[in-house]
């Protein structure tokens, strides 16, 4: 399991091959295309798209207070979330 810093993400997602290596790009690709995959207009802050994407790559339950990530998994039904509202 990975966990990513918020830069390598965005550097991943770009494909700056300048400040991400080739292994680390393997490593890091599958939450990074699945984030990158989640529409802005579904979800609007980048970090709200790599938590959603990392909770669907770990098979978990993302606990949150934000109203924009239950809305979104209540759409798509395809990420588990607790709405801590």
């Known amino acids: 399991?990975?966990?990513?810093?918020?830069?390598?993400?965005?550097?991943?997602?770009?494909?700056?091959t300048r400040r991400i290596?080739?292994?680390a790009r393997q490593l890091?690709?599958?939450?990074a295309i699945d984030a990158g995959h989640i529409p802005r207009t579904a979800l609007a802050?980048?970090?709200?798209?790599l938590?959603?994407?990392t909770a669907r790559q770990l098979d978990a339950t993302l606990?949150?207070?934000d109203a924009?990530?239950?809305g979104y998994a209540?759409?798509?039904?395809?990420?588990?979330?607790?709405?801590l509202r």
């Not at 399991?1 to 700056?16: A, P, R, S, Y």
Request: hydrophobic share 45%.
């Open 28 to 31: 890091s690709a599958a939450v």
């Open 1 to 16: 399991m990975l966990l990513l810093d918020t830069h390598t993400w965005i550097w991943t997602v770009e494909g700056d």
């Open 63 to 65: 606990l949150t207070g």
């Open 68 to 70: 924009a990530i239950p």
């Open 51 to 53: 938590l959603v994407a």
């Open 45 to 49: 802050d980048p970090r709200d798209r």
């Open 21 to 23: 290596g080739r292994r």
């Open 74 to 83: 209540l759409r798509t039904r395809n990420v588990r979330v607790r709405d």
